[in-house]
T-cell receptor, first 109, second 116 residues
Framework: GQQVMQIPQYQHVQEGEDFTTYCNSSTTLSNIQWYKQRPGGHPVFLIQLVKSGEVKKQKRLTFQFGEAKKNSSLHITATQTTDVGTYFCAGGNDYKLSFGAGTTVTVRA | ETGVTQSPTHLIKTRGQQVTLRCSSQSGHNTVSWYQQALGQGPQFIFQYYREEENGRGNFPPRFSGLQFPNYSSELNVNALELDDSALYLC???????????????FGSGTRLTVV
């Protein structure tokens, strides 16, 4: 079955620095979605990418969908303490989303 | 517009017991998906309901079952609870216009189930 892998599992970032988290699928995806889960919370939708090579930006967050529609990345610039949480990518095919294990981000002030 | 609500928020059960978790989907949504999230892991797909029928199932045994009602609310039932069933159970609703459309989910806050 479809598997979605994320790296790194943990990301410790100095406030103000940039970082990137990566997502890879074992199969071609119809779409990729990204969610953020704050500690003790539930996943909250961030964005959906559908087209091959698509790039979308949300303020300091840049999302990219690979040309082969099997990988994706999330790049955060000038990290802030509000960026703390776990970022999940979720690969979509037909009816369901398959989530990766997430990248847990901590920020050093 | 109301979001997704789940009940109860926390639950403690004994191994071998049965449990029912409930989910009210967001207004206007017709599809409900259930996920199990163990501590430190990503959500694992249990099953999805669309128009009151199961529309896909993950790698979970038959003792995990569900229902969707005409108002699109849903229940997750787990029989013969095992210790490994301890997890956060998340309900996510979405609107589907066709049977194979990629869906954007709105998650509820989850039910934290502890099996002792």
């Amino acid at each position: 079955g479809q598997q979605v892998m994320q790296i790194p599992q943990y990301q410790h970032v100095q406030e103000g620095e940039d970082f990137t988290t990566y997502c890879n699928s074992s199969t071609t995806l119809s779409n990729i979605q990204w969610y953020k889960q704050r500690p003790g919370g539930h996943p909250v939708f961030l964005i959906q990418l559908v087209k091959s090579g698509e790039v979308k930006k949300q303020k300091r967050l840049t999302f990219q969908f690979g040309e082969a529609k099997k990988n994706s990345s999330l790049h955060i610039t000038a990290t802030q303490t509000t960026d703390v949480g776990t970022y999940f990518c979720a690969g979509g095919n037909d009816y369901k989303l398959s989530f990766g294990a997430g990248t847990t981000v901590t920020v050093r002030a | 517009e109301t979001g997704v609500t789940q009940s109860p928020t926390h639950l403690i059960k004994t191994r071998g017991q049965q449990v029912t978790l409930r989910c009210s989907s967001q207004s206007g949504h017709n599809t409900v998906s259930w996920y199990q999230q163990a501590l430190g892991q990503g959500p694992q797909f249990i099953f999805q309901y669309y128009r009151e029928e199961e529309n896909g199932r993950g790698n979970f045994p038959p003792r995990f079952s569900g229902l969707q009602f005409p108002n699109y609310s849903s229940e997750l039932n787990v029989n013969a609870l095992e210790l490994d069933d301890s997890a956060l159970y998340l309900c996510a609703s979405s609107f589907r216009a066709s049977s194979s459309q990629a869906l954007r989910y709105t998650f509820g806050s989850g039910t934290r189930l502890t099996v002792v």
